[in-house]
Structure formats: C-alpha cells, structure tokens
C-alpha cells in the first residue's frame, strides 16, 4: 500500500493561500502596467450609431480608446470547440468590436485604456454611445414558436437526440405514466475571482497572465484569432480564485487585452469587474424540461421521453446535454431525448458546474420521486431495481457502486425510519421532510494525449512538471502525491510545476477529467523515470544492485531494494552522483480511451437531505445532507471531500436560492451582483456528509481515478426538492424554490 496516495494529506499551497503570498492573476504587476475596462452594450439587439470619445479623451490618464471602428480585425472567425477537445476554444462563435452590430446586452462596444483603473472606469463612463435598437428574443416565450430541433449540441460534440424503442409505444402501453414540465431560471457561475487578463508584448511575442481553466486553451484560442504562430503565445496561471466552468472556454476579453497592449505599447491588464461577469463568460442557460415516464405496476420503467427547451445566442447551437442521466441511469428500454433550441439575444450559455446533468437529474431524480409515491414504493428501492448492470448499448459499466452508495447512504441517513406519507412530521411551525436522489455524471474522453515530466536531480530532489493549473481542487497536492508513489520517494522531496504552456501539455481541468487526466500522465512520467532509474542501477557494475532482474527491485524512501535480499539497497541520490549525473528526467504520456470504448462510463452516487419549510412564510431551510459516492479511487479523500461538498452545496443553492431572469422589454438581466443574486452563505449550510463507495475501474487510466468535481453537485437539488415535497405534499417543479413559490404550493 502506498504511503502516501489515498492519504488525505494537507495541501501543499495552503500556506501559500492563508499567508496571501500565493499570487493570482491579478496580483501580477509589470513595469509600465496599464489597465483596461470594457464598455458594454445597453441595448440588447441593433447596431452602434456613433460613439463619442472627446469626453473620454479628455479625462485624465487615458492612452487609448478602442472601438469596432479602429479594433484589428481577427485572423480568423472564432468557431465554438469545448477546450477539453484540445482545439481553439473561443467561448462563443463571433468576437466583438469587428462592426457595428449588437447581439445581446453587455456585449463590448469599446475598451478604454488608461494608466490606473480608476482613470479607465471614469473615462469609460463618458462614452457617449448611440443606438438603433431592435426588438430582443430574451426568453423562451418569447421564441417557441420559433423552436427548432438541434443536430449536435454542447460545441458539437454530442448528438442533439438520443433515442432506442418506441417510447411512444411504451407510453400509450403503460399501466402507470406520468408527465411532468419543470422550469429552470438561469445560473451564473460567480466564482470568488472575477475573470483577469494581464498582456505583455516583447516585439512578436505575446505573455499572457490569465485566469483560466486551461492555459493551453487559451494559448491555442488567442494565436488563431490574432494569426500567431503557437510559439509566440505563452500563457502563465499561477493561482485561479475558483471557475465553475466560466474560465473553460476562452472569450473575447482575454484576446481584447492582447489587443489593448499592442494598441498602446504597454502591458495592459484587463479585470473583468462583478456585473461585467453576469454577460462576459458565459451561463446556465434558462431551460423548461418535460419528461415523460411510462412503469408497469410493480415499478418497472418501461420508457422515458425526456425534451428540453432553451436559449441559445443568435451564433452557436448550445444547450447542456440534459439527457444523458434519463438515458443511462435506469437504462429503459425504450427512450428519446431531444433538445431544442431558441435564437436569442444573450451570449452563448456554457459550461457550468456538472453541465446538463445539473438540471437534467433534476428532472429525472423528481420524476422518479413523483412515481415511487404514485406507486407507493420506496424511492430508494424504485432506483435500485432499475438501475440496470450495463449501460444501454449492453456494455457493462467500467465501475458502477449506485445500489451500494443508495443502500449505505439510506443506512447512515436513518431512511427505514421515515414515514413516506407526506405532510406527517412537524417540528413546531416547521413542516419536516427527507429526499433522495441518484446521481451520475459521464467520464468523458474527448481530449488529446496529455503530457508530463518527472526529473530528479543528484540530491534525491523532485520537480514534477505539466501545464495544467490550480483552480481550488487540490492539483498540486494529489499529483505531488502520484509523483510520489509512482517514484517510491517521501512527498516532501517533490515540487510540482504547473500554469505554463512552456511546460508539457494537458489539456483543460473541465468535466471532471482533470484529477483522470493529470494523474495518468504525472504517474506514467513518474513511473518511466522510476525504471529508468532502476536500469541505471542494476546496469552499474558498481551498484550493489548489479545485476538484479529490474523486476526484483522494489522502490521506497528514495531507495532502490532488492525483494531478495532487502539488505542490498542503494538510494536515488547515490546511484546518480556515482555516474557523474546531476539528474535524470521522464517524460511520461497518456492517451485517452477513445470516445466510442465499450464501455458505460459513469460516475455513480446517491445524495439524500432533510428539510424544514415555514408553513407560513414558505422558507426553505436544508437541515443536514448526506452525499455517498463511487469515484473509483480516490487520491486524496480530504481534497475529494471538499469537492464533494462544494458541489453538494451547490445543488442546495440551486434549489432555494440560485436564479436570474432576463427582463423582456430590455433583454437585460435582473440581477448583476452578489447583493442580489443569492448564493449560499455560512448561515445556509446545513450539517454535511460526504463519503465513499469503493470501487475499482481499470478502464479510465491507469490508476482508476474517475473525478468527483461535478457528481457532488448531480442530485443535490433533487433531494432537497423530494424532501420539500415530503414535508409539504406539493410536488414543486420549478427552481430555484423561493418563499413566494413554496407559499403557493402550501395549504392556505
């Protein structure tokens, strides 16, 4: 057993984070800085007029003033690729400030430079600019009838539709069916860190300081639009202060800032302020969800149609693929997703935290919920004799766990004790009630090989090296953890290097591939230099290991042992300074299985929550959750945990408090702050569980490492709504559930 992979060690950069001596994207200071500020479009569909500058030119400390009047064009028209695919991944299929026309509201009109921010901020206020606006598509009543059906969705990667039977058959047959339409505002992701780009010219060469999910993303992105060679761009992360999904793709603020710093001959900085966040990265786009379910009697689902409706930009044809829970996790036999789509005047929506299956669990986890009360069956039970043992191509799942992680989660929640008639259990002017839900998320393989090096130097000292970044989940920590178990050394001698395109490639930590993708490579890097080290050893006349079959060596403490005879041992350090080398290094490389492996690829787990509802006053308050989940292994349960929890958490936020809607007159949105956009705060959390299920998977890398920075949030919004139905007896499909709602929903 390893010493130190699956131990729940401290991270590494935690000092570095509580000290303040960790730097951020927006900590970078550079001789000569200038500071950039987006003016955004006040009309959410038409065309610029005229913009006028002179009372901007005149304000104290501007360098220059960028519009599509004198803005370069780019080299080449941005197409929408998801930057796990290893391609350009511009947010969005259309760049700014190229003509006059205007797509939706906050969209860039002008960037304004000036030497402090607080200069640029005044002098974009005094821009005048006119309009001739047009009539916005800001919703979805204002597009279905306008609706069309998708052929691909989610950057084209996935086929809009997704079908097997005759459901209609199966629905018409059914002994039991239901039909249910839920309605879902739109989410916005809010990270801590406003996104921030700092640019820095050096004659043709361009250093980008960007906070971002994925550097290479950036890189590839940033050189296609300004038609630079690759090796021209390098891109540099050090902290990012959190994602979510919004810092995935690469928009247009990051190439304006290049832009910018070419424009006035300075490095420029370009901080995306709070409200600017709400129409600058992307979104969870509004949604309305109908699926219907056909069961026979003894609780069997026989099919399942499940269609979604929602918001696209007028350039791309995005939707969250919500269909690929309904589809696997119970598996029916007969079975259509769909998605369609509406033209709007919004930018184009995005990855966000466990994409469609967020939303598309909710629909599914509720419905299931409606049907073990229409059935008189227990939700755990109905969940369990359906989920079946392959996925529905007849593949068996690379690991599964869900019937384990239900049955251990009901165990330690005190299910067998819940009275499921709803409405039944008080604590004083409180209703109390308890959900369940399944959740699954894709282990999706569409990224290149990804890339790593392992070097040890003649003191037995480590540097491990990939270009992936730190965004709050522990990276550092987990792969100076590989590192160090694939090289049989003590994790205090390893220093792991990252947030540079200069270094070996990985592609973008988004879809919960990161910890999968990361880890395979460090570990193979880091396994290569450990056989590479061995051969040096048993290949040296003057080792005491000379000699030795490779295989009877074993690794520990930085030193090489013979399984025969563990009195011949020699370290790391010795071998290397005896042959005159100051170090040795590895590369070590992975290459994804390919999307079509014969396997079903999820990652499996069960949430479950307890709720109290003012009968009067209609709020919702979650009182404690449990989240038990089978991510295969685990590298470092205390980093897996916080993930877990964070998502769990998340789920609850969507369910209470999460939601913006877009006014339709303006096509602006409501709500561009923390003060008004309600996300959880340390009074909301309820007492919080999240725990595992082992299982192994020897199909998703060579360690088996499935991911958990999405599944904690699949589901979590289900149980609290199953558990606000047990309280109340009023099945609510709409989110988030404000008092105002739930209030509706309550006996007078």
Same mark, same amino acid.
């Given at each position: 057993?390893?010493?130190?992979?699956?131990?729940?060690?401290?991270?590494?950069?935690?000092?570095?984070?509580?000290?303040?001596?960790?730097?951020?994207?927006?900590?970078?200071?550079?001789?000569?800085?200038?500071?950039?500020?987006?003016?955004?479009?006040?009309?959410?569909?038409?065309?610029?007029?005229?913009?006028?500058?002179?009372?901007?030119?005149?304000?104290?400390?501007?360098?220059?003033?960028?519009?599509?009047?004198?803005?370069?064009?780019?080299?080449?028209?941005?197409?929408?690729?998801?930057?796990?695919?290893?391609?350009?991944?511009?947010? !969005?299929?259309?760049?700014?400030?190229?003509? *006059?026309?205007?797509?939706?509201?906050?969209?860039?009109?002008?960037?304004?430079?000036?030497?402090?921010?607080?200069?640029?901020?005044?002098?974009?206020?005094?821009?005048? $600019?006119?309009?001739?606006?047009?009539?916005?598509?800001? %919703?979805?009543?204002?597009?279905?009838?306008?609706?069309?059906?998708?052929?691909?969705?989610?950057?084209?990667?996935?086929?809009?539709?997704?079908?097997?039977?005759?459901?209609?058959?199966?629905?018409?047959?059914?002994?039991?069916?239901?039909?249910?339409?839920?309605?879902?505002?739109?989410?916005?992701?809010?990270?801590?860190?406003? /996104?921030?780009?700092?640019?820095?010219?050096?004659?043709?060469?361009?250093?980008?300081?960007?906070?971002?999910?994925?550097?290479?993303?950036?890189?590839? %992105?940033?050189?296609?639009?300004?038609?630079?060679?690759?090796?021209?761009?390098?891109?540099?992360?050090?902290?990012?202060?959190?994602?979510?999904?919004?810092?995935?793709?690469?928009?247009?603020?990051?190439?304006?800032? @290049?832009?910018?710093?070419?424009?006035?001959?300075?490095? $420029?900085?370009?901080?995306?302020?709070?409200?600017?966040?709400?129409?600058?990265?992307?979104?969870?786009?509004?949604?309305?969800?109908?699926?219907?379910?056909?069961?026979?009697?003894?609780?069997?689902?026989?099919?399942?149609?499940?269609?979604?409706?929602?918001?696209?930009? &007028?350039?791309?044809?995005?939707?969250?693929?919500?269909?690929?829970?309904?589809?696997?996790?119970?598996?029916?036999?007969?079975?259509? =997703?769909?998605?369609?789509?509406?033209?709007?005047?919004?930018?184009?929506? %995005?990855?966000?935290?466990?994409?469609?299956?967020?939303?598309?669990?909710?629909?599914?986890?509720?419905?299931?919920?409606?049907?073990?009360?229409?059935?008189?069956? *227990?939700?755990? !039970?109905?969940?369990?004799?359906?989920?079946?043992?392959?996925?529905?191509? +007849?593949? /068996?799942?690379?690991?599964?766990?869900?019937?384990?992680?239900?049955?251990?989660?009901?165990?330690?929640?005190?299910?067998?004790?819940?009275?499921?008639?709803?409405?039944?259990?008080? *604590?004083?002017?409180?209703?109390?009630?308890?959900?369940? @839900?399944?959740?699954?998320?894709?282990?999706?393989?569409?990224? &290149?090989?990804?890339?790593?090096?392992?070097?040890?130097?003649? *003191?037995?000292?480590?540097?491990?090296?990939?270009?992936?970044?730190?965004?709050?989940?522990?990276?550092?920590?987990?792969?100076?953890?590989?590192?160090?178990? +694939?090289?049989?050394?003590?994790?205090?001698?390893?220093?792991?290097?990252?947030?540079?395109?200069?270094?070996?490639?990985?592609?973008?930590?988004?879809?919960?591939?990161?910890?999968?993708?990361?880890?395979?490579? $460090?570990?193979?890097?880091?396994?290569?230099?450990?056989?590479?080290?061995?051969?040096?050893?048993?290949?040296?006349?003057?080792?005491?290991?000379?000699?030795?079959?490779?295989?009877?060596?074993?690794?520990?403490? =930085?030193?090489?042992?013979?399984?025969?005879?563990?009195?011949?041992?020699?370290?790391? /350090?010795? @071998?290397?300074?005896?042959?005159?080398?100051?170090?040795?290094?590895?590369?070590?490389?992975? %290459?994804?299985?390919?999307?079509?492996?014969?396997?079903?690829?999820?990652?499996?787990?069960?949430?479950?929550?307890?709720?109290?509802?003012?009968?009067?006053?209609?709020?919702?308050?979650?009182?404690?959750?449990?989240?038990?989940?089978?991510?295969?292994?685990?590298?470092? &349960?205390?980093?897996?945990?916080?993930?877990?929890?964070?998502?769990?958490?998340?789920?609850?936020?969507?369910?209470?408090?999460?939601?913006?809607?877009?006014?339709?007159?303006?096509?602006?949105?409501?709500?561009?702050?923390?003060?008004?956009?309600?996300?959880?705060?340390?009074?909301?959390?309820?007492?919080?569980?999240?725990?595992?299920?082992?299982?192994?998977?020897?199909?998703?890398?060579?360690?088996?490492?499935?991911?958990?920075?999405?599944?904690?949030?699949?589901?979590?919004?289900?149980?609290?709504?199953?558990?606000?139905?047990?309280?109340?007896?009023?099945?609510?499909?709409?989110?988030?559930?404000?008092?105002?709602?739930?209030?509706? +929903?309550?006996?007078?």
């Amino acid at each position: 057993m390893s010493p130190v992979l699956g131990k729940p060690v401290n991270r590494v950069d935690g000092p570095d984070k509580v000290t303040g001596t960790g730097r951020y994207t927006g900590d970078i200071v550079l001789p000569g800085l200038a500071h950039a500020m987006i003016v955004r479009s006040a009309v959410a569909n038409g065309r610029v007029l005229s913009i006028d500058t002179s009372l901007a030119e005149a304000a104290g400390g501007v360098l220059g003033i960028m519009t599509h009047e004198n803005t370069p064009k780019v080299a080449a028209q941005p197409k929408l690729v998801p930057s796990l695919a290893g391609q350009p991944a511009p947010g !969005e299929s259309f760049f700014p400030m190229q003509d *006059d026309q205007v797509h939706y509201w906050g969209q860039p009109v002008a960037v304004v430079v000036a030497e402090t921010l607080e200069d640029a901020a005044y002098a974009a206020a005094l821009l005048d $600019v006119t309009y001739e606006p047009g009539v916005p598509v800001a %919703t979805i009543e204002d597009g279905r009838n306008a609706a069309y059906e998708a052929k691909m969705i989610f950057g084209g990667l996935m086929p809009a539709r997704d079908e097997r039977g005759d459901v209609d058959s199966a629905l018409a047959d059914a002994e039991v069916k239901l039909d249910l339409t839920y309605h879902y505002a739109a989410n916005h992701h809010n990270p801590i860190e406003p /996104a921030v780009t700092t640019a820095q010219w050096d004659g043709d060469r361009l250093t980008l300081y960007d906070s971002t999910m994925g550097v290479r993303a950036t890189q590839l %992105t940033v050189a296609q639009l300004l038609g630079m060679p690759l090796s021209d761009v390098r891109v540099i992360t050090h902290f990012v202060g959190g994602a979510f999904g919004s810092k995935a793709m690469v928009w247009p603020h990051v190439t304006l800032a @290049a832009m910018a710093a070419r424009f006035v001959g300075r490095p $420029v900085r370009l901080a995306l302020t709070r409200a600017q966040s709400f129409t600058s990265m992307g979104l969870r786009e509004e949604q309305e969800q109908r699926m219907r379910v056909a069961a026979r009697r003894d609780g069997q689902v026989t099919g399942i149609k499940h269609e979604k409706l929602s918001v696209t930009s &007028p350039f791309d044809d995005w939707a969250e693929p919500a269909t690929g829970s309904s589809s696997q996790v119970y598996g029916p036999e007969n079975y259509l =997703g769909t998605h369609h789509l509406i033209r709007g005047n919004t930018m184009t929506p %995005t990855f966000t935290r466990a994409p469609g299956e967020s939303f598309g669990s909710f629909t599914l986890e509720c419905t299931m919920d409606a049907l073990a009360y229409e059935l008189g069956m *227990d939700p755990v !039970e109905l969940r369990i004799m359906n989920h079946p043992p392959v996925d529905p191509h +007849g593949n /068996a799942w690379s690991s599964d766990g869900l019937a384990d992680c239900l049955r251990s989660g009901a165990d330690r929640f005190g299910w067998a004790e819940r009275d499921m008639t709803p409405g039944t259990r008080r *604590d004083g002017n409180w209703l109390i009630g308890t959900g369940v @839900a399944a959740a699954g998320y894709p282990v999706a393989f569409f990224m &290149p090989v990804q890339h790593a090096r392992a070097r040890i130097f003649h *003191d037995g000292s480590v540097i491990i090296q990939t270009s992936t970044q730190e965004f709050g989940t522990g990276v550092a920590t987990a792969m100076s953890q590989v590192a160090a178990d +694939g090289l049989g050394v003590d994790m205090d001698v390893v220093r792991f290097e990252l947030g540079d395109t200069d270094l070996p490639n990985t592609t973008s930590a988004v879809g919960s591939m990161g910890a999968t993708m990361v880890s395979s490579a $460090v570990h193979n890097a880091a396994t290569t230099l450990r056989n590479d080290l061995i051969a040096l050893a048993v290949n040296d006349d003057a080792s005491p290991l000379h000699g030795l079959s490779p295989s009877s060596v074993r690794v520990g403490d =930085g030193r090489m042992t013979s399984t025969l005879d563990p009195s011949i041992s020699e370290s790391y /350090a010795d @071998a290397l300074q005896r042959n005159r080398l100051l170090d040795m290094e590895a590369l070590g490389s992975w %290459t994804p299985p390919p999307f079509d492996t014969p396997h079903g690829l999820l990652t499996f787990g069960a949430q479950f929550a307890e709720v109290a509802v003012d009968k009067d006053l209609g709020l919702v308050r979650v009182r404690r959750m449990l989240g038990v989940f089978a991510p295969g292994r685990v590298l470092n &349960p205390k980093l897996a945990r916080s993930q877990l929890m964070g998502g769990m958490l998340w789920g609850m936020q969507q369910a209470i408090h999460e939601g913006n809607r877009i006014d339709r007159q303006s096509g602006r949105w409501a709500l561009n702050s923390l003060g008004e956009y309600l996300v959880a705060v340390h009074a909301d959390v309820p007492e919080i569980e999240a725990d595992f299920v082992e299982v192994e998977d020897d199909v998703v890398g060579p360690l088996g490492v499935k991911g958990v920075g999405e599944v904690g949030q699949v589901g979590a919004a289900a149980a609290v709504a199953n558990a606000v139905f047990h309280a109340t007896g009023h099945r609510f499909t709409e989110l988030p559930l404000t008092p105002e709602l739930v209030m509706s +929903g309550l006996p007078g």
